[in-house]
């Protein structure tokens, strides 16, 4: 449907619109020609790039839509932001600890993350967080740091212990966390089987549950962590062994993307407790781990929504800090280091989804023109004809209950064949018509009912973007998170459609159809009309952490191409590590087809059909080679075939 359009258009009123100053915090603006910038260097002007010719350049190198773009200087400015804000917040309330941060590798695993994190965050000994067997063997190699450490969570069977005490060997910090009763035991056999000294740690259950969508780690009944009782058998277990020694951390996690300061400060009162308790217990500590959770402002709101945080990376930094040495003050205990597991946080800003539109379905269009209903077709429209004579500012909730009623009637009617195909086709054309002629009337009123918003969702046009919602934003799928998503160019030019977005995978719950709107959630996204001379390209934002690892291969749609930007010392821009996405024979050879076989297969079936003079040999050679190039293609819409 159709927007209004009323007076000037700046790009501020893009910004405005889109919200992007209050989501991009300080990496994303738009500049003076309309087109999204993405500054990677100290938020500077100078290391700004339109991610526009981003796109363009990607595409004259050969490169196609979709595309994922990583900004490691973004990463960067994530990893020092963290470390400087606790040592700030240790600087000023005097606090006698460090801070070290771990990344926890499970919220973007990529070889490029890892690496990056391990050279660039080696300045503030920032360590890895593993919850699997594969993560730390990852861990173990790109880790080269003595003062980092490396927080082994998860299930662990004597392989993992075994990995993780052989680390310590190598001389890096290992820490085993006890996250099941159970696990006490193999520690103890495993470190006296291979003579190594173990670090451990344990996992308590936090009885704060924290607001949120993914806070599960919190509470009784969360799977993971040791509960008080569990935790002393531990500690008993340890004394009665002789190795209470090796018992240097206490950690906790309260779950992911807490919006709300008040949890986090809780959570980090009853850990501090818990801590000094230990202590008491005879323990050395040292080290106390308060996990992740620390939130983004997806939505730009700053509030306490599931898609956003009511608090900065100080405030959080300064809260924990002032909570802990509160208690240690008053325990008379030292000032641990503080270890925190931050990887939303690092890695949100990092990635871009960039995607193309393929083609519109448009509701309703006010410039179509209406035209004369033939006169066969008049008397079965007659009643949705009464209510469009009828219909008045005053009565418009009248008139739409009504023509509910006739559309349903003439569609009775159709399924009892005294309505045919051309009169339901005009009475449906009709009653758009007039659903529009009621929305265009209450949409002058200040207040919007929400059965006139339902209208505006119902009129939008739907806009196919070339993605697969399952691979790339599995979490709006899942739990329905709101990422920001706008136009990358033409923002100098007032948005004139109102839409909700589609993917590719032609699966109905592959689309959007929430958005970020003003003090509330929208249920459409303003776009443009789509150029006819060029690609219409959306920007998804802030999808660095958790989308590219849960993504999966729904309709066989693979992983996108992807390809790292980054601004390095001498303020060149310089494009690597580009990545193809998967080819159609890769995603299929995942499900265990063999695409050398599928080849053969449909070589057999175009030989019979030449034998048979169905096919010349020449149309054999053509059918073959489009059927290989398929193999080898992007699985993803291709707008121009290779040559
Ligand atoms: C997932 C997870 C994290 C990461 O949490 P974020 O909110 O993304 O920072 C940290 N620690 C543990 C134990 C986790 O399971």
């Not at 619109?17 to 003076?32: A, K, P, T, V």
């Not at 969702?457 to 993605?467: E, K, R, V, W």
């Amino acid at each position: 449907m159709e927007l209004k359009p009323t007076g000037t258009w700046s790009v501020k009123d893009a910004a405005e619109l889109y919200r992007i100053e209050e989501w991009g915090n300080g990496y994303f603006h738009i500049s003076d020609e309309g087109e999204v910038e993405v500054r990677l260097k100290d938020k500077s002007l100078d290391s700004s790039i339109s991610l526009l010719k981003i796109a363009k350049g990607l595409q004259e190198r050969g490169m196609k839509l979709p595309v994922l773009l990583r900004f490691s200087n973004i990463l960067d400015d994530r990893i020092q932001h963290i470390n400087e804000s606790f040592a700030q917040a240790m600087h000023d309330v005097g606090y006698l600890g460090e801070y070290r941060g771990v990344y926890p590798v499970k919220v973007n695993q990529q070889q490029q993350v890892i690496e990056e994190i391990c050279r660039f965050g080696k300045q503030y000994h920032h360590g890895l967080e593993t919850g699997s067997k594969a993560e730390l063997i990852a861990a173990l190699a790109y880790i080269d740091d003595p003062e980092a450490y490396v927080i082994c969570n998860g299930y662990k069977d004597e392989e993992y212990i075994d990995l993780a005490l052989r680390g310590i060997s190598l001389g890096i910090q290992t820490v085993l966390v006890v996250e099941m009763p159970g696990e006490t035991e193999i520690i103890i056999e495993r470190a006296r089987a291979l003579k190594i000294k173990p670090n451990i740690g344990i996992r308590m259950k936090p009885s704060t549950i924290a607001g949120g969508h993914w806070t599960d780690s919190g509470g009784d009944r969360s799977v993971f962590g040791l509960d008080t009782t569990q935790v002393i058998a531990v500690v008993d277990h340890l004394k009665r062994e002789g190795m209470l020694d090796c018992l240097k951390l206490l950690h906790y996690h309260l779950g992911s993307q807490i919006p709300n300061i008040h949890d986090i400060r809780v959570g980090a009162t009853e850990a501090a407790r818990f801590y000094a308790g230990l202590i008491h217990e005879g323990a050395p500590m040292g080290l106390l781990d308060i996990g992740g959770g620390l939130a983004i402002d997806y939505d730009g709101s700053c509030s306490n929504s599931s898609n956003s945080r009511n608090y900065t990376t100080t405030e959080y930094c300064v809260d924990i800090v002032e909570e802990v040495m509160t208690i240690c003050k008053e325990q008379k205990i030292d000032h641990p280091t503080i270890l925190s597991e931050s990887g939303r946080a690092l890695v949100s800003y990092y990635s871009v989804l960039l995607l193309n539109i393929l083609d519109t379905n448009v509701f309703w269009d006010e410039n179509h023109k209406e035209e004369e209903i033939p006169e066969v077709l008049l008397p079965a429209l007659e009643n949705l004809l009464y209510v469009k004579k009828m219909l008045t500012e005053k009565n418009t909730q009248e008139c739409l209950n009504d023509l509910n009623y006739y559309r349903e009637e003439i569609r009775n009617k159709f399924l009892y064949g005294t309505v045919n195909i051309r009169e339901r086709a005009v009475a449906e054309h009709l009653y758009w018509s007039i659903i529009a002629d009621i929305y265009k009337m209450e949409a002058k009123n200040q207040y919007v009912s929400p059965q006139i918003k339902e209208l505006e969702h119902q009129l939008s046009d739907i806009y196919y973007g070339n993605f697969s919602l399952f691979q790339s934003l599995p979490d709006v799928w899942a739990i329905d998170q709101l990422f920001p998503i706008m136009p990358i160019h033409m923002l100098d030019k007032k948005p004139d459609r109102k839409a909700i977005l589609s993917d590719i995978t032609c699966d109905s719950e592959g689309k959007i159809d929430q958005f970020i709107g003003r003090n509330e959630i929208a249920n459409t996204l303003s776009l443009h009309s789509i150029p006819l001379d060029e690609d219409y390209i959306l920007g998804v934002f802030l999808v660095g952490a958790y989308q590219e690892t849960l993504g999966d291969l729904h309709n066989l749609l693979g992983d996108t191409n992807v390809v790292s930007l980054t601004y390095d010392e001498e303020g060149k821009f310089q494009l690597h590590n580009e990545l193809e996405g998967d080819t159609v024979s890769d995603v299929l050879s995942y499900v265990e087809y063999d695409p050398k076989q599928l080849e053969s297969m449909i070589r057999t079936k175009a030989e019979k059909a030449v034998q048979e003079g169905r096919i010349t040999a020449q149309q054999r050679r053509k059918i073959i080679s489009a059927y290989t190039a398929g193999l080898r293609g992007y699985t993803y819409y291709e707008t121009d075939q290779e040559d």
